[in-house]
């Protein structure tokens, strides 16, 4: 009942702490939120300092050593995630892969935020014939189905990390558009935006320093999503073999690689599949827990 | 107390916890009270003062973090409190009912009026379809509504504010209850409708034998309709007794600064002083807003506001009153440039207001502001007060550390501290918050300032303090205020003239003492008539309590 969420909350204390505080409370409080955010922690600094942690290097064959076991399966210690066919070190290879990884769902996520917000908010805050056009080209968005696409372009244009990134960047920005136009829509009906119009800011003024600021929060959740999403399709691109290109360990590839040993040597699939579910289900966690934590009932 | 029959509700000290890290350890403590058949008793306080919840406890409705952890509430014997959930549900409805402040969100919009009636009697009786019926329709006769047999099938949002809570109020009294709890049910509504249903409860206390349990925050209502007062504050029973007492004769400090905070009523107020030039003038200003014809409906003109002339005198206050949809909000915004009008022109002085081109918008916003009513939405909550403050002053070409210097000074005129500059919106109250927003809106160093019912959303005592300051800074530099409101009261108190408007038209227009001592126009007898608590003269305190000290 409104009613009663309504009268129960009694003013703030004079003194309350300033909300950027209170949220970083939250969040340290916040389960899934900690979870996620320490595992893509451990992920990024992973990816970021794989040339120091890495064991061997990914590219180096060792046809002597092919498909040596893991270590849990029986293998030495020497290549503790085992070889694949051609004796790289399995391990080096996931670590590296990560960086493909996040580096493609981050790019890609990035771009499509760029495009996605620009379109939203400027049909969201325009409204009328600005929207019509923006959620025209919307739903030309939606109607392309962006697995095929992807396939098509990478395959015209072959399979360079540059080529993937764009695409998906160009594709994945229909639900940032979406989203912060309902968003922007809100906002722009609120006081602060006409008594900001009224004390003479100008039209960009208002867009970055009064509407963007008020939907961060979607779209920070958005992010997100969109990049764990990235990360699948370039896992999907790379797996029908029109991502990335061998001998660049990805993820999406190795899985590719390891699908003809399926029945004899599985751990060559479960242990990029593993990695891949855990980054995306971190990234997920981390979405879902700035929704929770950034959620309107626990601030004005 | 006079009455010697048991009473319908008693409750025995009644204390229920807030949660932990809540302002204070109760939401009410210590709370008795007793509710006789045909009795209405009047629960007064301010936002957080635990009205509320007390009404909810009565009817079982306390959200589950909160937890009675002592005392009684005696309904029929029975105490309320030990039900288990399933009584409950039975006592709700058929014994007690309970008529919310927002009919809107009351009423379920996916039924007809006359469903939601029958449900009624279907959950707790055992009755035919066309006796359902029968007594439907006489509900709705007797909650005064017209042509009951057309609304039977009507659905809420085909009814005014006033019909709908008409509806909620015929639904809690279908099954003839003997206890009413009504929280604030007249506070979403306009004067004349709300003078309407006032009218209707004084009826009903009498008709059905009732106790009813009245929560308001408006002592106008109380001396309109109470038999007895109870005066909470944070929780606590400050005061209590027959409204003449309480109303008349208050002796707790608390209540004697809620009833001085009341807008008095002036005998005479004398002509505003008519030499001064004028500040603004307003020539046929015009808004129509129409809807385009799509395939399910026909095109639709509103006239939102109708050719209107008005001029106010520098350094006066012009006060603009009427109810919901009379136009004012339109006007404002036209006056403010942010609706363009169809017709009509604005002068400051001498000079037109170029509201067509951007540039000539922003030029004239040097000369024009405005303070929102709603002090929640009219402040940016991601950025600081001091960033938010000097807003203004940085269009306009002002260096920022010395907008920063005057936002200081500015921060003293309102009566807020200098740390305010590097908090968030968020950790001030209402009250505080409306005075940031006449800071910033004097930031700019406006000649005319529009307050559009920027204390209607306060507590009576802030809206005081709110509403002096706002004097007293109209006094020292000069400004002229244009003060929209739908309060005759504020009105009356603050305006030099005063202009009423009703459905998008000016009605009547005069000093003070003319609108209010001789209206001319049907329309502003009707308003006049329908201020509650006319018979009530709130008394002047001798020695009032510190303002302040409830914030």
């Known amino acids: ?300 | 107390m006079t009455h010697t029959a048991t009473p319908v509700l008693s409750i025995r000290n009644l204390t229920i916890d807030l949660p932990k890290g809540g302002d204070r350890p109760h939401a009410v403590s210590n709370l008795s009270l007793d509710i006789h058949e045909k009795e209405i008793l009047c629960i007064v306080g301010e936002s957080g003062s635990g009205k509320s919840i007390t009404s909810f406890a009565a009817m079982g409705l306390l959200p589950k973090i909160l937890k009675p952890s002592a005392g009684e509430i005696l309904f029929e014997g029975r105490d309320v409190l030990k039900l288990s959930e399933a009584e409950h549900a039975d006592l709700r409805g058929s014994r007690m009912g309970m008529i919310f402040q927002e009919p809107m969100s009351a009423l379920n919009p996916c039924y007809t009026v006359g469903n939601q009636i029958e449900e009624v009697f279907e959950a707790h009786a055992q009755m035919s379809k066309a006796e359902r019926r029968a007594r439907t329709l006489a509900l709705l006769k007797e909650v005064r509504l017209p042509d009951p047999e057309r609304l039977y099938h009507a659905y809420p949002h085909q009814l005014s504010g006033g019909q709908r809570q008409r509806i909620v109020i015929a639904i809690a009294l279908a099954m003839e209850p003997r206890l009413l709890i009504a929280d604030e049910p007249t506070t979403a509504l306009d004067v004349t409708t709300q003078a309407q249903i006032l009218d209707m409860f004084k009826a009903l206390k009498e008709s059905r034998k009732a106790g009813i349990l009245f929560v308001t925050h408006d002592f106008d209502v109380v001396a309109e309709l109470a038999d007895r007062v109870l005066v909470m504050q944070k929780g606590l029973v400050v005061e209590q007794g027959t409204a003449e007492q309480v109303l008349n004769n208050p002796s707790h400090p608390y209540t004697r600064m809620l009833i001085d905070a009341v807008p008095k009523r002036h005998g005479v107020k004398g002509n505003p002083d008519m030499s001064t030039p004028i500040a603004l003038r307003v020539a046929g200003i015009e808004k129509t807003y129409s809807t385009a014809r799509t395939m399910f409906k026909p095109a639709r003109k509103v006239h939102a506001v109708k050719p209107t002339d008005f001029t106010v005198l520098e350094g006066q206050t012009l006060g603009i009153v009427g109810e919901s949809g009379s136009g004012k909000t339109t006007l404002v915004r036209c006056l403010m440039g942010l609706v363009e009008p169809d017709e009509g022109s604005v002068w400051i002085g001498s000079s037109r207001l170029e509201t067509t081109t951007a540039a000539g918008r922003r030029d004239f916003r040097k000369h024009i502001q405005i303070v929102f009513q709603d002090p929640y939405g009219a402040l940016n909550p991601r950025r600081k007060i001091g960033d938010l403050l000097i807003e203004g002053a940085v269009n306009f070409g002002v260096p920022r550390s010395q907008a920063m210097e005057k936002a200081r000074a500015l921060l003293k005129i309102v009566r807020l501290e200098e740390d305010a500059l590097d908090r968030y919106p968020a950790q001030f109250s209402g009250g505080q918050r409306q005075r940031i927003s006449i800071a910033r809106a004097l930031m700019v160093e406006p000649k005319i300032l529009i307050a559009d019912e920027a204390v209607s959303a306060l507590d009576v005592s802030v809206q005081k303090d709110v509403l002096k300051l706002l004097d007293d800074i109209r006094k020292a530099v000069g400004l002229t205020v244009i003060f929209i409101t739908h309060d005759l009261r504020v009105a009356a108190e603050i305006s030099d003239h005063i202009l009423v408007m009703s459905k998008g038209e000016v009605v009547e227009y005069g000093t003070v003492d003319d609108v209010f001592g001789n209206p001319q126009h049907s329309y502003t007898r009707q308003l006049l008539a329908a201020m509650p608590g006319r018979g009530w003269e709130a008394p002047d305190m001798a020695a009032p309590g510190p303002a302040d000290a409830a914030r």
């Open chain 1, 1 to 300: 009942m409104s009613n009663t969420s309504l009268t129960i909350s009694p003013g703030l204390p004079a003194a309350s702490p300033a909300p950027s505080r209170v949220l970083a409370r939250k969040a340290l409080r916040h389960r899934g939120f900690m979870v996620g955010f320490l595992i893509l922690l451990f992920v990024g600094l992973t990816a970021l300092f794989a040339p120091l942690i890495a064991p061997y290097d990914p590219y180096k064959q060792d046809l002597l050593a092919r498909l040596a076991p893991p270590v849990f399966l029986g293998g030495d210690w020497k290549h503790l995630l085992g070889t694949d066919a051609l004796g790289r070190d399995y391990l080096s290879r996931l670590i590296y892969g990560a960086r493909v990884s996040l580096l493609i769902g981050f790019t890609a996520a990035l771009i499509s935020a760029v495009i996605g917000t620009t379109l939203g908010v400027l049909g969201g805050y325009f409204g009328g014939k600005v929207d019509a056009v923006v959620m025209f080209i919307v739903s030309v968005r939606l109607a392309l189905p962006a697995t095929l696409v992807a396939l098509a372009v990478v395959a015209l244009f072959g399979g360079s990390l540059t080529v993937v990134v764009s695409v998906l960047g160009l594709l994945l920005w229909d639900r940032f558009a979406v989203v912060l136009r309902s968003a922007t829509m809100q906002v722009r009906q609120m006081d602060y935006i006409a008594a900001a119009e009224v004390l003479g800011a100008s039209l960009p003024r208002i867009l970055f320093k009064d509407v963007l600021p008020n939907v961060m929060n979607q779209l920070i959740v958005i992010v997100t999503l969109e990049m764990a999403h990235a990360i699948i399709l370039e896992a999907a691109l790379s797996f029908l073999g029109l991502g990335v290109q061998p001998p660049t360990p990805s993820w999406g590839l190795m899985i590719s690689e390891g699908k003809e040993m399926l029945l004899f040597e599985s751990w060559l699939i479960t242990i990029p599949g593993i990695a891949l579910f855990i980054l995306v289900f971190s990234i997920n966690m981390l979405g879902d827990g700035i929704r929770d934590v950034t959620a309107p009932e626990g601030r004005n």
